[in-house]
């Protein structure tokens, strides 16, 4: 009985032994499935990820034979799967790049390193399209290469959309030049016949008795001068739009320079019964800026004023704020609806416009004014009332260190005796101009203090030049045949008697640099056509102090 009991207790023993071990490999079995789900799982993923990917994806062998393609791939060249595997890339190509680029491509990515570029491929249909590509080796687990990845963005769009910002690129630079052209061919020829309309109608107007024909002369003066400003207006944007103008800081004696200003559009307020008048915050006030470009704010905002009042008055009142000096130009014209205020700094624009147009003028003196503002480091906003009036409000910074101190480059003051008698009755002055109306207007102006003489090209100058001396000389650029103004001038530099002569560039060109320009070529002084006799008289003095100071320097 003992016998059998051990017996049976060894077989229960063996049982339990078996048992546990079956439950042991069906943890290992267990485990091992679980882990196979997981990974393929993750292959799953991956693999559809692939596939869904919206770039081309593309695998091949170490010979470059192409063992995968995604969907991606199938749709943007065209082919079915079946038509690229075993097929070399080459397939996709165009033609157009270099072999010596595939042998770089090669190169790198044999040498286990990631090649990055552009192709420029071609469809199945034969349609051309650009890809950008990452191109890399897979390696085994002992480190060799076993195939090749190609990732690959359709990058077309962006391509055509490049191409275009280039061509629309240098289309703009085209446009900007012929814009640039028309505009310097526009300023003198339209410069150079108001050197007539304006001095002749300025001479007549002084001269003529009959209160008809001296009106008429009057009228004919304004609208030159209309015509001018407009042109003045139109060049003044283009510098300022071509970030081509440059200011000159200094000391502004604010009542001086606002007198000057008032003065010279009075006549016209006083013609439509307006009253100008000007409050100061004190009576010394002065502040850096440059001097031309304060003179353009207050003519423009002042005779915007006086065109849209025609009763009532217009005040010009300054006070000091902030380190800021404020301008304020308010008039009881016709105000200016809400509606209108977003776009009266626009270039062109007019409140009334169309064929109701009711008042004259080209819609740029505000925007240029806004513009010459900006550029001081200013602001400029706008306050009005329908039926009530308007208020301009300029703000400049008294302390101004923005913009360039512009020096020019002209011809150098040296210590001289002047060769002619101071007591005799007339200076010889000697005009250079293609343009016959320039010598009678200038006759006029300048004949009962200088003696005159013409010359209508660079030769004849050249003549005179070598026979007489002259005090100072005009000379203008476009001399129509020949040499230029500007090579006359260097001609006549080389003459030890003209060294240190005034020769001024009295010109039409009048475009961004042209002064300096000028200035730089051997002239002393820049004067643009067209000219009041003011300015030309102006010249004339400041030309005959300069010599006369020179020698008691």
């Known amino acids: 009985m003992l016998g059998h009991s051990k017996t049976y207790e060894e077989l229960l023993k063996i049982i339990d032994d078996l048992e546990r071990e079956n439950q042991s490999l069906k943890v290992i079995y267990d485990q091992d499935i679980t882990d196979r789900k997981l990974a393929g799982k993750e292959l799953r993923k991956l693999s559809l990820a692939v596939q869904q990917s919206p770039v081309s994806v593309v695998i091949t062998d170490v010979r470059g034979i192409i063992e995968y393609v995604n969907p991606k791939t199938t749709e943007i060249t065209g082919y079915a799967m079946d038509e690229l595997i075993g097929q070399n890339p080459r397939i996709f190509s165009s033609g157009e790049i270099p072999k010596e680029s595939y042998k770089i491509l090669w190169e790198t990515i044999i040498s286990g390193k990631e090649w990055r570029g552009e192709f420029h491929n071609k469809k199945k ?311 016959l109306p320039v010598f009678k207007v200038l006759m006029k102006v300048l004949g009962n203090r200088f003696d005159l003489d013409y010359a209508e090209n660079g030769e004849v100058a050249l003549k005179f030049v070598n026979k007489k001396e002259y005090f100072f000389i005009l000379m203008d650029i476009n001399l129509g045949r020949g040499k230029d103004g500007v090579q006359i001038t260097q001609e006549i530099r080389k003459n030890n008697k003209y060294h240190c002569t005034p020769i001024v560039a009295m010109t039409a060109y009048a475009m961004p640099r042209d002064k300096e320009k000028f200035l730089a070529s051997g002239f002393s002084h820049y004067i643009s056509k067209p000219f009041t006799h003011a300015d030309i008289s102006q010249l004339a003095d400041e030309i005959l102090m300069n010599r006369q100071q020179s020698l008691h320097d």
């Open 125 to 435: 249909n034969g349609e051309l399209y650009w890809e950008s590509a990452s191109i890399s080796s897979i390696v085994n687990e002992n480190n060799i290469i076993t195939n090749f990845l190609a990732v690959k963005e359709d990058i077309t769009e962006k391509k055509l959309m490049e191409q275009y910002l280039i061509a629309a690129k240098e289309k703009s630079e085209i446009m900007n030049r012929l814009k640039s052209n028309f505009l310097e061919n526009m300023s003198h020829e339209l410069r150079t016949p108001l050197v007539s309309i304006n001095g002749f109608s300025e001479i007549l107007k002084e001269e003529l008795t009959d209160p008809a024909m001296k009106d008429m002369a009057n009228q004919i003066n304004i609208a030159g001068t209309r015509l001018t400003n407009t042109l003045i207006s139109i060049l003044d944007l283009a510098k300022l739009e071509a970030e081509k103008i440059e200011f000159k800081f200094e000391e502004i004696d604010i009542v001086k320079e606002t007198k000057v200003v008032i003065d010279a559009l009075k006549p016209l307020a006083d013609r439509k019964g307006l009253n100008l008048n000007s409050i100061f915050c004190d009576t010394n006030v002065s502040f850096r800026s440059d001097i031309n470009a304060f003179h353009s704010i207050l003519t423009n905002l002042v005779d915007n004023a006086i065109k849209f009042t025609n009763w009532g008055e217009i005040i010009l009142e300054y006070t000091r704020s902030s380190g800021a000096l404020i301008i304020k130009v308010t008039d009881t014209g016709i105000g200016i609806a809400e509606e209108h205020l977003q776009y009266i700094f626009d270039e062109f624009r007019q409140v009334s416009e169309g064929f109701d147009r009711k008042f004259e003028g080209n819609g740029l003196g505000l925007s240029v004014t806004k513009k010459i503002v900006e550029n001081l480091g200013g602001t400029i906003s706008v306050k009005s009332e329908p039926g009530v009036g308007t208020t301009f409000i300029v703000e400049l910074p008294i302390t101004n260190n923005i913009g360039k101190l512009t020096k020019l480059n002209g011809v150098q003051k040296a210590k001289e005796t002047l060769p002619f008698d101071q007591d005799s009755e007339k200076l010889p002055v000697l005009l250079v101009d293609d343009y």
